[in-house]
Nanobody, 116 residues
Framework: QVQLVESGGGLVQAGGSLRLSCAAS????????MGWYRQAPGKQRELVAE???????NYADSVKGRFTVSRDNAKKMVYLQMNSLKPEDTGRYYC??????????WGQGTQVTVSS
């Protein structure tokens, strides 16, 4: 079955950095686009960054220049490097894949808390 397992969250001071990881299994990884989303308390889940199968990237305006998404197809991993973190980056971060014919899948998420 499809599994996405996020890790790397934690508590960090404003201005600090974290690197999130997402381990994927149960599907053919390399041809699929992957995304990172986040959800803050009381808010809707929003797209943070995405990376296509050929390595093209797209970012939410709020994180451009601070976050970098990458992937390692051999390891079936997706990463989100987060620098210059702000309190408004606080939330639960989720890894996502949308598979043709199988639908969308989410991990359990990893909590990121940025203190001011």
């Amino acid at each position: 079955q499809v599994q996405l397992v996020e890790s790397g969250g934690g508590l960090v001071q404003a201005g600090g950095s974290l690197r999130l990881s997402c381990a994927a299994s149960g599907f053919i990884f390399s041809p699929n686009d992957m995304g990172w989303y986040r959800q803050a308390p009381g808010k809707q889940r929003e797209l943070v960054a995405e990376i296509t199968s050929n390595g093209s990237t797209n970012y939410a305006d709020s994180v451009k220049g601070r976050f970098t998404v990458s992937r390692d197809n051999a390891k079936k991993m997706v990463y989100l490097q987060m620098n210059s973190l702000k309190p408004e980056d606080t939330g639960r971060y989720y890894c996502n894949v949308n598979l043709k014919y199988r639908g969308g899948f989410w991990g359990q998420g990893t909590q990121v808390t940025v203190s001011s």
